[in-house]
């Protein structure tokens, strides 16, 4: 079966351009993270949605990030505004369930440039 | 708040040969998951192994190992026979399963050269 895809998979944006990225998450699955990974960086957590619910956005580091998943399956990043600073990979991961442990399955990311 | 601290941001080993990568991580938490993922050039991350913090046993995958002392709050990864296949970075992260959320919170990774 098909994995967690994003696209897409490399952006360069000029400073004060919107973006949007996708994520299109495994079937089926419930829960949905948004990371962003800075160059030489860990994965950071912005945001997490339970179907369409976004029941974190903790970590969205300004109110320019936004993230939607209405239907409860694709999931859009969007930053407006984008700044030198938002350069980073930008990781999608979904899981099956809400028990104690669903492992997180990783999209490829997308690599956002901003000029 | 919790933390993961890994102290060692590149090592190297000779294929074939046995590795292992440090971690470190603070929390109050009584139960918790700690896992290693890898993400190779290509940038996907894949989990490697995953330890639950009420097991005392440790976890082992084929050649992967860890070593889980839980009162040290100490998580390592054991490589054995390492491959070229290897080589990657290497993070290590930590979940707390209460709650709604499951967010991963990430150390900064390790680099790992596996040279023939």
């Known amino acids: 079966g098909a994995g967690v895809s994003q696209s897409p998979r490399y952006k360069v944006a000029k400073r004060g351009q919107d973006v949007a990225l996708r994520c299109d998450p495994i079937?089926?699955?419930?829960?949905l993270f948004w990371y962003q990974q800075a160059l030489g960086q860990g994965p950071e957590f912005l945001t997490y949605f339970q179907n369409e619910a976004q029941l974190d956005k903790s970590g969205l580091p300004s109110d320019r990030f936004f993230a939607e998943r209405p239907e409860g399956s694709v999931s859009t990043l969007k930053i407006q505004r984008t700044q030198q600073e938002d350069s980073a990979v930008y990781l999608c991961a979904s899981s099956f369930g809400l028990g104690n442990y669903n492992e997180q399955f990783f999209g490829p990311g997308t690599r956002l440039t901003v000029l | 708040a919790q933390t993961v601290t890994q102290s060692q941001p590149e090592m190297s080993v000779q294929e074939a040969e046995t590795v292992t990568l440090s971690c470190t991580y603070d929390t109050s938490e009584n139960n918790y998951y700690l896992f290693w993922y890898k993400q190779p050039p290509s940038r996907q991350m894949i989990l490697v192994i995953r330890q639950e913090a009420y097991k005392q046993q440790n976890a082992t995958e084929n050649r992967f190992s860890v070593n889980f002392q839980k009162a040290a709050k100490s998580f390592s990864l054991k490589i054995s026979d390492s491959q070229l296949g290897d080589t990657a970075m290497y993070f290590c992260?930590?979940?707390?399963?209460?709650?709604?959320?499951?967010?991963?919170?990430w150390g900064l990774g390790t680099s790992l050269a596996v040279n023939p």
């Open positions: 992260a930590f979940m707390k399963p209460a709650g709604n959320n499951r967010k991963l919170i």
């Open positions: 079937s089926g699955h419930v829960s």
